[in-house]
Every structure is written in structure tokens, then in C-alpha cells.
């Protein structure tokens, strides 16, 4: 049993089952417990990997495509460059060296993060020593702003709902005996279908400030995320740890705890605070359009055996659809109706 599995057993002995969303909110952020505050778990060594960990040239792209927006706001002299969740830091170097092949945008450019895991700053810290740390959007500076958040919106809490023969239940951690179990606690929550929802109001209201700062200050943002394009019923909270699948209730603190991002939900926090959504397509044709095959090649030129056989399968792993290319989607948001920016047409 984990450390924070006693302290949640507790609490529900105490107040009855725990909804989803304050379950996840403690195992990823306990103060002394919780999954992102007390680890690094990026990597081979952790209990998963993200696209910047697998190819730096993922992280190139993004650098090309925020020249890109740069330019699109009229090359101002100062902006902020906002990473939310930046993990290892990994990204953003990556970025940043591709930025200083644009020697005028680098230098107007104002590294800023937002993370809450002190592991993961000293982490940080190390690749992007001149960045500003946030612990919430809320103290981002009054800046035009470029902003990316990969793999940041999955994190956030949800809670589910489910209509099981025409009656309406949510889906909370209770306890089975002495274990955590996922019960049914009867709801007020209205559904038509049958089957399971989930509410990721937490998510989009994130994504309302998102867009009010970008309205207000004028900027771009490009969210990288596994999700699906059109809100539908399903249950897509998942666990993972040492690389796999586990239930969401085995390993309360030591492992992660994610859903798939609704994006059309998402493009709707967007909206509503008057921010403009200038297109969503899938991460494999997001990276080929900003040119992954020929930077492959181009770095294959000049490495040989394995190291070129696993630049190869690297550049795979993130564009085929069978893998990360078509489950992973790419969306723009500007904070004005702007000219939209490569590869994304207009809304």
C-alpha cells in the first residue's frame, strides 16, 4: 500500500467515496505525496515517455513553428514563450535552439513555465536556467504570448457520470473491504444516453483563462494532446506505471492518472472567452507539414548504424497513425482573428 493510499482511505472512511476529480487532483498533487510533486517520470527509467524524450527533432518543429507565430504577431520585441507542464525542459531547449537560428526572436523571447513539482523545476532549471516559474496561469505576464502546452490538458482532473437502465449514477473511489475501489454514488447529473460521461469542467475553464490572456494580450497557442475530435460518451481514464497499464486505483500516488482531451469541449473554453481556433489536425500530419521527413533525412546524412536506425524509428513512433501520429491531435488558438498560421487555415 502507498503512502498517500492510507491517507485516502482514511478520508473516505471518514466523508464517504471520493468524486474522480478530487481523487486525481490528490494523487498527482498531494503536497508530500502526490505523483508529480515527489518524481521525474519521464523516460525509460520512468513510467512513461513524451514526444520531446523521443526526438529532439519533434522539438525542432515546434521551434520553426513558433518563429512562425512570431512573425504572425508582427515580430514584437518582447514576448512571453510559455510552456504549460514543460516536463524535463526537454521541449523548450529544443525549441530554443531552433530560435536561435532567428537571432531577433530569440532575443525578444521570454522563457516562461508552468509547473507546480519542485523535482521537475530542479529539472528544468538545469536545460532553461533563464526561464520564470509559474505555479498557475495566473501570474503570466501582460505580454503578447506564444504559448504550448504538450501533453498538459490530460492531466487535469475529471469526474464521470454514468446512465446505467435509465438511472443516473457518478463515478467516485470508494472503499471494497479494505481496498479503493471505483464505486457508483446515485446523481442528480442529468444524461439522455446510457453509458459513461465525463466532465472535464476543470479542463475547460482552463483552457476560458487561456484564451482571455490571449485575447487580452494577442498570441498564439498550439495544444499537443491524445484525445478525439468530437464529444462522445467513453471511458477514457487510464494509469500508468513502469510503462504500463494499471487500474486507477492500484497505485494512488506512484502512478499516472490521465484522461483523453475532448477537443471539441476544449475548443469551446477557447472560444468562449473570445479566442479564435484556427484548426486541429493530427499530430502525424502536423509534423510532416512542418517538415519531419525532410529533417529525418537530413540528420540521417550524418549518423550511421544504430543511432540513424533509431532516429528512424523515432520519426515513426510520432507520425505513423498506428502509433502516436493519429491518436494525438495538434489545435491553434490565436487571440485575435489573425492570419492564421502554418500549417492551420482559417476556423
Not at 516562461?112 to 530542479?122: A, G, Q, W
Not at 504550448?148 to 487535469?156: H, M, Q, R, T
Not at 499537443?224 to 497499464?245: E, F, N, R, W
Not at 482531451?261 to 489536425?281: C, I, N, R
Amino acid at each position: 500500500m502507498t503512502a498517500l493510499a492510507a491517507i485516502l482511505k482514511g478520508m473516505i472512511a471518514e466523508d464517504g467515496p471520493m468524486p474522480l476529480d478530487r481523487y486525481m487532483a490528490l494523487c498527482l498533487g498531494h503536497p508530500v505525496h502526490g505523483y508529480y510533486m515527489t518524481r521525474d517520470p519521464f523516460g525509460a527509467q520512468g513510467d512513461f515517455t513524451t514526444a520531446p524524450e523521443i526526438s529532439q527533432v519533434f522539438g525542432e518543429l515546434l521551434g520553426v513553428w513558433v518563429a512562425q507565430a512570431w512573425a504572425g504577431l508582427g515580430s514584437p520585441s518582447h514576448f512571453a514563450l510559455v510552456e504549460l507542464g514543460p516536463g524535463r525542459g526537454t521541449l523548450m531547449a529544443d525549441m530554443l535552439r531552433v530560435l536561435t537560428k532567428a537571432p531577433n526572436c530569440r532575443k525578444a523571447a521570454q522563457v516562461h513555465f508552468v509547473e507546480t513539482s519542485p523535482v521537475l523545476r530542479d529539472v528544468q532549471r538545469e536545460k532553461v536556467p533563464d526561464a520564470t516559474w509559474h505555479a498557475s496561469i495566473a501570474s503570466l505576464p501582460a505580454l503578447p504570448t506564444i504559448m504550448i502546452a504538450n501533453e498538459f490538458f490530460d492531466a487535469l482532473p475529471i469526474r464521470q457520470f454514468e446512465r446505467r437502465n435509465g438511472h443516473v449514477f457518478e463515478r467516485c473511489v470508494g472503499l471494497r473491504g479494505d481496498e479503493l475501489a471505483v464505486v457508483l454514488v446515485p446523481s442528480v447529473q442529468r444524461i439522455a444516453r446510457e453509458g459513461v460521461f465525463e466532465d472535464a469542467a476543470i479542463r475547460n475553464t482552463i483552457a476560458t483563462h487561456l484564451g482571455d490572456h490571449l485575447r487580452t494580450c494577442g498570441g498564439f497557442a498550439l495544444m499537443i494532446d491524445y484525445g478525439h475530435v468530437v464529444s462522445a460518451p467513453g471511458d477514457t481514464l487510464q494509469a500508468m506505471k513502469a510503462h504500463a497499464y494499471c487500474a486507477i486505483t492500484d497505485h494512488p500516488g506512484e502512478a499516472d492518472v490521465t484522461s483523453h482531451v475532448d477537443f471539441e469541449a476544449l475548443a469551446k473554453g477557447f472560444a468562449s472567452a473570445g479566442a479564435h481556433v484556427l484548426g486541429l489536425m493530427p499530430q502525424g500530419d502536423f509534423l510532416e507539414a512542418m517538415g519531419l521527413s525532410a529533417r529525418t533525412e537530413t540528420l540521417a546524412r550524418t549518423i550511421s548504424g544504430d543511432a540513424r536506425q533509431n532516429l528512424v524509428t523515432a520519426t515513426e513512433r510520432l507520425a505513423h497513425r498506428d502509433q502516436m501520429g493519429q491518436l494525438f491531435k495538434v489545435m491553434a488558438v490565436a487571440g485575435t482573428a489573425a492570419t492564421p498560421i502554418y500549417p492551420f487555415g482559417a476556423a
